[in-house]
Structure formats: C-alpha cells, structure tokens
C-alpha cells in the first residue's frame, strides 16, 4: 500500500526543460533584485506573483496587443484571478535570471487560465497556474471574455498548441 508521501509524490508535477515548452510561446526575462529576497537572498514567496501579474500584463500589451490598462481603465473589465497558485522546482536567488513562458491552457465563457513557466538555466523553477474571471467593474460581477480578448487569446493558443 502506497505511503502518503508517496501519494504527494506521484501527484507532484515535474519540472520541465525548455525545450519541453511548445515553439512560439511568448516569454518575457525578469532579474530578481535584492528588494524581492530575504537576508538569505532566496526570493520571497509573494514577489513572485507581483513578477507573474507584470508579465501577464506585458503579454496582453506587446504579444496579444491588446492595451491591458485600457482593458481595466476605460473599458471597465476586471481580469481578477479566480485561482491562483504556483508550483516550486527549485530556489531562485539574488540576481537570478529566469525566462517566463505564457501559455493558454483553456478558454471558457467568463474564464480562461493561464500557466507560466519560470525558466532558470534552461530548468523549470516553478510554474504558475491563474484561472481569470472577466468581470465589469461597474457592477462588481462575471461578465462573457470580452470579443476581441477572446480572439487574441484563442489565436495565441492555437499557435502555441
């Protein structure tokens, strides 16, 4: 009979290499800095997500160009997570260099989820998995993926798939 770590175990994802990572997904490089770790110099677990929401939205505006503040100012469509968690491989330390890979993984009528991928020397460090929930921000409740979001987040998907 299986342990209970061994359970965990099979149910951990593994770590890919980047050339596990389909060709043409959009990827954006990050340095961490001294203001992201702890006097270990081991980034903090929050910064993180701050790093993941900054490409994301570096993604919207140079891959899929879609202006990502005219999306949440003018427009008045949230892009607020749902679910939001991350998977961690191995530590990332002061003035580590790692690459992060976007992919679609599903689109649905109000949602669509996101997995990034934490490249450091060519290794998954860790990956993130955001399931995003358009919403209109006058009346504070889920709205349809907006036409033209819906479009360029298919057309990515399908060049990436």
Known sequence: ????????RQARPLPL??????EGLW??????RHGQCDPAGIVYTPKFFD??????????????????????GP??????????GATFFTPCMMGD???IFVSVTAIGGKSYQLQLHAMKD??????????TVA??????RAIGIPEDIREALSAYAEHCG
């Open 1 to 8: 009979m299986a342990t209970e770590e061994q359970n965990i």
């Open 51 to 72: 790093v993941f929401n900054q490409v994301i939205e570096a993604w919207f505006c140079e891959c899929l160009n879609i202006d990502y503040y005219d999306i949440i």
């Open 97 to 99: 260099e790692i690459e």
């Open 122 to 131: 060519g290794r998954e460090a860790l990956r993130g998995s955001f399931t």
């Open 75 to 84: 427009r008045r469509t949230g892009l607020g997570y749902a679910n939001a």
């Open 17 to 22: 290499n980047a050339s596990d990572l389909p």
């Open 27 to 32: 990827s954006q490089p990050h340095v961490f």
């Open 135 to 140: 919403t209109c921000l006058n009346e504070h």
